[in-house]
């Protein structure tokens, strides 16, 4: 494991919904359709089930690259 991986900060799927005011629901069919940012599935499906996370980094990328400056743009 290099330095860069121990030092990724992760976001949990609720941490994400308060950081960007959605409902998780928003970000579960966003990742149904593959059209927001990029996640991780930590552990295995059963009585506690998966564990969702994104990497920061790719949160704030993602968010950079959504940024738009008029409401005429496309989305």
Avoid at 32 to 39: A, D, I, L, M, V
Wanted: net charge positive; aromatic share 10%.
């Amino acid at each position: 494991m290099t330095k860069a991986d121990r030092e990724r900060v992760w976001l949990t799927s609720r941490e994400l919904a308060a950081r960007w005011h959605c409902a998780m629901g928003t970000l579960a069919n966003w990742r149904y359709q593959g059209c927001g940012p990029h996640f991780s599935k930590q552990g295995r499906t059963g009585a506690h089930g998966v564990r969702i996370l994104y990497d920061l980094a790719d949160v704030v990328r993602w968010e950079k690259d959504h940024m738009m400056s008029s409401t005429v743009e496309a989305a």
